[in-house]
């Protein structure tokens, strides 16, 4: 009988408790990704939404809308957090680039080696990441606050329907898939490739009948979009850019809060990151070997091959800081922060390797 009564006495005391949170919430945080819920987008989101929620006591109700419920390609979906009608959107370097050009830096080939370092140099407080929110926000009128830089997809490689890459040479004359941004395109140029834009949708088809001969993804991707069946069967694995993704809230949403419930969402951006960072590792593990098992080609180019992908794709650099409005100063950015994460985990690893 006591033991019914203090379960009754639990349940109504967390009932109230429930009440309570919900009487006291005071923001709504609707926030938005054009994926799906297989995506580490998602899973980011759901990290977010758990510790802001907690962490805010209830304070802080986070709705999540994936796909296009409140916007439905990037353009649209930006204009709605500068408008206030979406609170936060992720999108990417290729979506974000025709509102702040500058943003193409994480297309940039080759300039962060692995995991350890791309994750480093987009942390928060590093040269790019800093140079990147003042600019933003400042080129959005005030109106978009860049919040966090994430993985969405692991690493770009190149994959095509035709045979194995193991050298810039032989990429030649594949019509490879970009997005419409400028700097994807010219860097499938100056590899001797033919840049050919398609839209995501309308990929599976355009490999399937030949329109485009390759494209620039990660595996995770590729697996989720089925691409191989649509011929795609070579993949090298030359990561030439991480899969940056750009986490932005309307600014007047964020200041609107009190400084206290302003580092809750702040802090919840940093445990959303580090979902998105690891969320991609997991699931390309699976997606490698669904690839191979499917009669898929996985190449890993030498230090020299990949080496000779560098110094062909060298000129994209320059063209970047040439003609793109802060392009210089971003680049430098980003390279400086490689270089100060570099400098640290040598040190690191100088002492773990004794």
């Known amino acids: 009988m006591l033991k019914g009564l203090t379960r009754s006495l639990m349940v109504a005391t967390m009932l109230a408790g429930s009440a309570l949170a919900a009487q006291a919430q005071e923001f709504t945080l609707r926030a938005t990704a054009n994926s799906n819920e297989n995506d580490e987008d998602y899973d980011g989101l759901v990290v977010f939404k758990n510790y802001v929620e907690q962490a805010s006591n209830g ?62 140099a987009l942390s928060a407080g590093s040269p790019v990441v800093t140079w990147l929110q003042d600019r933003i926000l400042a080129d959005s009128g005030d109106l978009i606050r860049l919040m966090t830089i994430g993985n969405t997809g692991g690493w770009r490689n190149f994959a095509n329907t035709k045979g194995r890459v193991q050298m810039p040479g032989d990429l030649a004359g594949l019509k490879i898939r970009t997005v419409p941004a400028d700097l994807p395109q010219e860097l499938v140029k100056a590899l001797g490739a033919a840049p050919t834009p398609i839209s995501w949708p309308e990929l599976f088809t355009s490999l399937q009948t030949g329109v485009v001969e390759g494209s620039k993804n990660g595996i995770t991707d590729i697996m989720a979009m089925k691409f191989p069946e649509a011929g795609l069967q ?120 004794k």
Not at 90 to 113: E, H, R, W
């Open 234 to 353: 070579y993949v090298t694995l030359d990561g030439h850019a991480y899969m940056g993704a750009l986490w932005v809230m309307n600014n007047e949403k964020y200041m609107s809060m009190d400084e206290g419930l302003r580092r809750v969402v702040s802090d919840g951006f940093y445990q959303l990151q580090q979902a998105t960072f690891a969320s991609p590792k997991r699931k390309s593990i699976q997606a490698y070997q669904d690839f191979a098992a499917g009669g898929g080609d996985l190449y890993v180019p030498t230090p020299e091959e990949k080496a000779a992908f560098k110094a062909a794709a060298e000129p994209v650099y320059e063209w970047f800081k040439t003609n793109v409005d802060g392009g210089e100063e971003v680049f430098n950015a980003l390279t400086e922060s490689v270089a100060q994460v570099e400098a640290e985990l040598e040190a690191i690893r100088s002492r773990e390797l």
């Open 59 to 120: 304070a802080i109700g986070v709705e999540i809308f994936m796909g296009t419920q409140l916007c439905s390609n990037p353009e649209e979906c930006t204009q709605g957090v500068a408008e206030g009608t979406i609170d936060i959107y992720i999108t990417t370097s290729g979506g974000f680039a025709n509102a702040f050009p500058y943003v193409q830096v994480f297309d940039l080939p080759y300039l962060m080696s692995d995991d350890r370092v791309a994750e480093g």
